[in-house]
């Protein structure tokens, strides 16, 4: 009985044990981490940018053609009107496609011309040159290479053609005037010509407000 009572104290006095899955070894050295850390705040993702769209723009034109008559004389009696300075009246078509620049196109016409008294037909090829399209009024320069064929005579002849030119728009109706340089028997090589008609611009991507006729489907951009 008296052994056994101070080995009752000891056992009294030992702190006390929890039994049960041991506590694995902490990797911080000592230090206790938190089971559930606080996750940082996520970076905010920025919206996605619109993405640009190269501008294409398409220009068709149709009206009226009509040469400078060499073999005119001034008219003295009053008899007869100033309209015999120019020769019988054409037509021409055409269109300018620009991609990517506003500025500068390609732009082609084929047309039925009349010059003196010999009628041709012509189609020529080449860069344009606009100044910006904020504003009704635009002007324009044009440099085009192509062909000439006379019609409706006997030989038949054809020739290179080259057509240096300028011109302006306002609203929707355009004034140009032309040299036209040929070689055909019978003819000067250089030629004077007036065209007046019409052009309807349109818009197929990026567009912008001073772009006229938008058939993109999508909003104007500034």
């Known amino acids: 009985m008296r052994t056994l009572l101070p080995m009752l104290v000891l056992v009294l006095a ?14 911080t050295g000592g230090r206790t981490v938190s089971a559930v850390q606080a996750q940082e705040p996520a970076t905010p993702v920025p919206p996605a940018q619109e993405r640009h769209e190269r501008f294409l ?17 001034p008219v003295t009696t009053g008899d ?24 500068v196109g390609i732009a082609g016409s084929v047309g039925r011309h009349t010059i003196e008294t ?9 860069p344009r ?22 019609s409706g005579v006997t030989p038949s002849q054809g020739s290179a053609e080259r057509v240096i030119g300028a011109g302006i728009d306002f609203g ?13 028997d019978g003819l000067l ?7 007046v008609g019409g052009f309807v611009p349109l818009c197929f991507r990026g567009c912008r407000d001073g772009d006229f006729i ?9």
């Open 14 to 27: 030992l702190p006390s044990v929890t039994f049960g899955q041991a506590t694995p070894p902490n990797p």
């Open 57 to 73: 723009g398409l220009e068709v034109i149709a009206g009226g053609v009509a040469y400078d008559r060499t073999d005119y004389l």
């Open 80 to 103: 007869e009107s100033d309209k015999d300075h120019f020769g019988p009246i054409g037509w021409d078509l055409g269109a300018t496609v620009n991609y990517g620049v506003r500025w």
């Open 118 to 126: 010999v009628p041709t037909y012509q189609f020529a090829v080449g």
């Open 129 to 150: 040159f606009t100044t910006p399209r904020d504003y009704p009024i635009r002007f324009f320069a044009h440099v085009l290479v192509g062909f000439a064929r006379t």
């Open 172 to 184: 929707l109706l355009r004034i140009q005037i032309d040299e036209v340089t040929l070689n055909l």
């Open 189 to 195: 090589k250089g030629n004077m010509r007036m065209f």
């Open 214 to 222: 938008n058939v993109s489907g999508r909003k104007r951009t500034r």
